[in-house]
């Protein structure tokens, strides 16, 4: 069955529907709190919060309070290619929002948007009318250009940057989507393997992302260090050996300063958590 371009949720856990997976998604927070894992990034949402999801493969939700209400919508990614227009920007902006996810609006612009993604919830149910496919397309635009339009707002987007520089970053990424960042966390380490200095690669990440590359790459080992300490098999010692650490201190010290706890803390946290979601 075809699913469509364009698909309204109120449930977050709908994002980790298999499914889904090819599918960019806005998301707005209307009441409650929440904290989520979205590649390694550690992200609180509360009333008024707006995020664009680009891969819910790397979503994971840690907690969600009593009563959170979100509103949003999923955007097919081949539709929505053919929707921005072509001049390049969603290519050079695509990593500042990829690791700028979040954004807190102020009450006026949280109620556009709530109203804009209502508007177009109201017209992807009545699929009765002649023009339906036209006017969900144009509905869609808009939006997908008012919240771009926010983004720019708050964060500042990149206006021109080269597509030599582009191409370096993505290699940078790629070579993380390898899990190099298992064994190597060292700028570095990557920019040997790039071929530019360390400072070159930290200026074009900076300029991209907003992040240093220290920061994407610590975002990485973090999404591994936590899939290690959800395997109860491995104790904290082998951990540390696998990720090549020098030692279990260094590798606790490390993880306390990206976690805020120690990975024992961590991990009895963890299990406490899942008990409570069995029970």
């Known amino acids: 069955m075809q699913r469509a371009p364009v698909i309204y949720f109120s449930d977050l856990h709908t994002l980790k529907e298999e499914c889904y997976q090819d599918?960019?998604?806005?998301?707005?927070?209307?009441?409650?709190?929440?904290?989520?894992d979205y590649h390694g990034l550690d992200i609180t949402?509360?009333?008024?919060?707006?995020l664009i999801i680009h891969h819910s493969s790397e979503l994971d939700i840690r907690y969600l309070s009593k009563g959170i209400s979100i509103s949003g919508l999923m955007i097919k990614q081949s539709h929505l290619s053919s929707l921005v227009p072509n001049d390049n920007f969603g290519a050079h902006n695509a990593p500042r929002v990829y690791n700028n996810p979040k954004i807190l609006l102020n009450r006026a612009d949280a109620k556009?948007?709530?109203?804009?993604?209502?508007?177009?919830?109201?017209?992807?149910?009545?699929?009765?009318m002649h023009f339906y496919n036209e006017i969900i397309t144009a509905l869609t635009i808009g939006l997908v250009l008012e919240v771009y339009e926010f983004y720019n707002r708050y964060l500042g987007f990149v206006k021109d940057i080269s597509n030599?520089?582009?191409?370096?970053?993505?290699?940078?990424?790629?070579?993380?989507n390898q899990g190099q960042a298992r064994t190597h966390r060292s700028v570095a380490d990557y920019a040997e393997q790039l071929c530019i200095t360390p400072k070159h690669l930290s200026v074009i990440v900076k300029q991209l992302t907003?992040?240093?590359?220290?920061?994407?790459?610590?975002?990485?080992?973090?999404?591994?260090?936590?899939?290690?300490?959800?395997?109860?098999?491995?104790?904290?010692?082998?951990?540390?050996?696998?990720?090549?650490?020098?030692?279990?201190?260094?590798?606790?010290?490390?993880?306390?300063?990206?976690?805020?706890?120690?990975?024992?803390?961590?991990?009895?946290?963890?299990?406490?958590?899942?008990?409570?979601?069995?029970?």
Do not use: W
């Not at 599918?23 to 989520?36: D, M, N, P, T």
């Not at 030599?164 to 993380?176: A, N, P, T």
């Not at 220290?214 to 082998?238: F, T, V």
């Open 45 to 50: 949402i509360e009333k008024d919060s707006m």
């Open 210 to 279: 907003g992040s240093t590359a220290s920061d994407i790459i610590n975002q990485y080992a973090l999404q591994i260090i936590r899939k290690n300490l959800e395997d109860n098999e491995l104790s904290i010692s082998q951990i540390a050996e696998l990720m090549h650490f020098e030692s279990v201190s260094y590798f606790c010290r490390y993880t306390k300063k990206l976690l805020g706890v120690t990975p024992n803390y961590y991990r009895t946290a963890l299990i406490k958590e899942k008990r409570k979601i069995v029970k």
């Open 23 to 36: 599918y960019y998604s806005l998301i707005l927070c209307l009441k409650g709190k929440g904290r989520l």
């Open 164 to 176: 030599r520089r582009l191409g370096i970053y993505q290699q940078f990424i790629d070579i993380l």
């Open 112 to 128: 556009d948007v709530a109203d804009s993604i209502e508007y177009v919830h109201k017209r992807l149910i009545n699929t009765d």
